[in-house]
């Protein structure tokens, strides 16, 4: 750790904060206007998975419901002068986000990224017995 006062550390931190909200549900989707215009808001992300369960197509992302939303919820992030920002598992999900307008895009999770690190480490290993056989 740096030797920094709090001091010096907080108005640089509070300068460099990143306030992001996240909609998912049905009062977030109504008053998504309204959320997007507030001041200090840098960002209004969509939940794809908790928008899925509110909406009652739990776990559905291509449900039309859905679908229908997340497409329009760029244009409207946007009139606010905002990025919108959505969380994909996989870059196909996150290209078609992009595509939409999102700019603000996340992929897959720790956990997931992690698993998969696991699983190429561990066929790299399995490579080196099959190659010295």
């Excluded at 899925?52 to 997340?70: D, R």
């Excluded at 595509?99 to 696991?118: A, C, M, P, S, W």
């Amino acid at each position: 750790m740096m030797d920094v006062t709090w001091d010096d550390y907080l108005p640089a931190a509070n300068d460099e904060t990143c306030v992001v909200v996240q909609i998912e549900s049905p009062d977030g989707i109504e008053n998504l206007d309204a959320i997007a215009a507030v001041e200090g808001v840098d960002v209004v992300f969509a939940g794809p998975a908790d928008l899925s369960a509110s909406l009652g197509v739990m776990g559905q992302f291509n449900h039309p419901t859905l679908l229908e939303f997340l497409a329009s919820f760029p244009a409207r992030i946007s009139a606010h002068g905002k990025p919108a920002g959505i969380t994909f598992a996989t870059m196909e999900q996150c290209r078609r986000s992009y595509e939409q307008g999102y700019r603000f895009i996340n992929t897959g999770t720790v956990l997931q990224h992690g698993i998969d690190g696991l699983k190429s480490g561990i066929n790299e290993l399995r490579d080196l017995e099959v190659s010295a056989t």
